[in-house]
């Protein structure tokens, strides 16, 4: 009895385990085929490799970012395949990589036409929008309003603002030091700046307040999708709840019962981005709902906070390499400076017109290390690029966010001679031919923050060198994308102040 019974059980658990077995052959099965059927409904895809099952070729993606050459996965596969667009599987989906002018200006002109934008369900569920948008939907009605926030003729009047931000900032946190850490005093004053523009907020304790939920925001969108607990992207989730549904619904609420009662007679306050939003309508004369605004603010501050602040820093990486450039920036700057001494004035909107020299240096820090590397698209329809068939419901990687085709575009020897050379008279008279410079992407999904961008990085390249030379402190520091091109140890350098 004893052994039949063991007979039994064990001949049982044969039984489960070969079941068992063969469920997950077959499952792997399925996976493979549908993994394969997505390539092979469609005659002449583009050349590329599909990669492993799921995971396809993402691990090999995020790899080069991590090593700092992210345009080596694009220009490996570009030289290899010698196409200028290739298929992979990234981010969970059959994906189109295009890049060169060629393909920026495929993608700038056939928007909305062929494709929409698409993001990866990491930033849906990080921006839960009400049930019946999303993400991308919210992204057009917001295209639709915020030109009148952000368009250069309404920022003209905040580049004193960021001025006094700026002075604010080099006071407390580089003044009196011999050596200074630059990538988080970056972030430092672009979150400070965005504080002081989009909600008027100023005190240094508020604002410290939400850094820190903030950066889980920030880490989860850019991380690994996985929702378990104690994971970045389940902090980031439960940070962005608290900051839309909390903190700003807490400042939204204050300040449209101060509107309202007509009692605020701060000018400032009234013409932040904040009050711009409470009073807008949209097409149909409606307004934005509290929610709607506290989405759009948090958006607004992840999209402009880790990139100008990326910028920012390499500014001060390629201005300590290049002693002579520096010289000649120095001198624009102090110019400029010269003139406000006498009377203690801020910066103002004609002084931005002067820097011209400084923006072409940023122009070719944004070429050399663009913060975002590319974007998402997602066919809409079955079509046909440089004579490859690209099939409705695939991904397509391109310009400026997350992924890497700029930088492909922005290193082609054909269009920037001796490309690694960091040399800004690029950027004088004509400039780069069309559809070779990008690093706001452009056609009509040109990022909204472009002029917003470009001055806080001139306030700041003005406020640095008016009072420091910089030295770096680790000579060869290497540069890491995850997926904002970041210095890899924060970029510290010794100051000398001019004054000293
Ligand atoms: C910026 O630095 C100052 C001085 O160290 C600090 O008080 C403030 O909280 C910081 N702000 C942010 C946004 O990190």
């Given amino acids: 009895m004893e052994q039949y019974h063991h007979h039994y059980y ?9 079941l068992f077995l063969s469920l ?41 970012g991590w090593k700092g050459r992210p345009e080596n996965f694009v220009l490996d596969r570009v030289r290899e395949f010698s196409s200028n667009v290739f298929k992979t599987h990234i981010v969970g989906k059959p994906t189109a990589v295009l890049s060169g002018a060629e393909g920026n200006k ?6 909305n036409k062929l494709f929409v934008a698409w993001w990866p369900d990491s930033v849906n569920k990080i921006f839960p929008f009400t049930e019946t948008s999303s993400v991308a939907e919210e992204s057009r009605r917001m295209r639709r309003l ?38 988080p005093l970056a972030k430092n004053y672009t979150f400070w700046v965005a504080c002081r523009l989009f909600l008027s907020l100023d005190d ?38 608290y900051i839309r549904e909390e903190f700003l619904t807490g400042i939204i609420r204050q300040r449209k019962s101060e ?33 709607d605004i506290a989405d759009k603010i948090l958006g607004l501050l992840i999209g402009g906070h880790d990139t100008a602040s990326s910028t920012c820093s390499f500014v001060v990486k390629f201005l300590s390499e290049f002693p002579r450039i520096y010289d000649r920036v120095y001198e624009e700057q102090m110019q400029i400076a010269r003139c406000k001494a006498a009377t ?19 122009c070719e820090v944004l070429r050399l290390v663009p913060p975002l590397q590319g974007t998402f698209r997602e066919a809409t329809t079955d079509f046909v690029f440089n004579g490859f068939s690209i099939p409705k419901g695939w991904k397509l990687c391109v310009y400026m966010q997350l992924y890497w085709s700029v930088p492909s575009t922005h290193k082609t020897e054909k269009y920037f001679p001796e490309p690694e050379k960091f040399d800004p008279s690029r950027f004088e008279g004509r400039g780069p031919a069309p559809y070779t410079f990008v690093p706001f992407g452009g056609g009509p999904r040109m990022c909204p923050g472009k002029e917003y961008a470009r001055l806080e990085i001139l306030v700041f390249m003005h406020n640095l060198v008016k009072r420091f030379k ?31």
């Fill in 146 to 183: 915020l030109p009148q926030f952000m368009k250069p003729e309404a920022l003209q009047r905040y580049v004193g603002v960021m001025d006094d931000v700026a002075r604010r900032h080099f006071a407390s946190s580089w003044e009196g030091r011999d050596a200074v850490e630059v990538f």
């Fill in 470 to 500: 910089f030295e770096k402190l680790i000579p060869d520091e290497k540069i890491v994308v995850n997926p904002i091109a970041v210095p890899a140890n924060g970029l510290p350098v010794r100051l000398f102040p001019h004054n000293a």
């Fill in 106 to 111: 495929f993608v700038f002109t056939n928007e």
């Fill in 204 to 241: 240094p304790e508020r604002i410290a307040e939400f850094v820190v939920p903030f950066k889980d925001v920030a880490t989860g969108i850019f991380g690994l999708p996985l929702d378990l607990p104690f994971t970045a992207f389940r902090r980031a989730i439960r940070a962005s709840t």
């Fill in 24 to 64: 997950i052959s077959l499952a792997v099965a399925t996976i493979f085929y549908k993994h394969k059927s997505q390539y092979h409904r469609h005659v002449n895809l583009p050349p590329g490799r599909r990669g492993l099952p799921y995971v396809g070729e993402t691990l090999d993606f995020l790899s080069t």
């Fill in 259 to 291: 509107l309202a009662d007509g009692k605020n007679a701060d000018v400032a306050k009234t013409q932040d981005i904040l009050s711009f939003m409470l009073m807008a309508t949209d097409d149909n004369g409606e307004r934005m709902s509290e929610r």
């Fill in 344 to 362: 203690g004035e801020m910066l103002n909107w004609e002084d931005i017109q002067k820097m011209k020299y400084s923006w072409n240096v940023a």
């Fill in 10 to 18: 064990s001949s049982l658990y044969l039984n489960l385990l070969l």
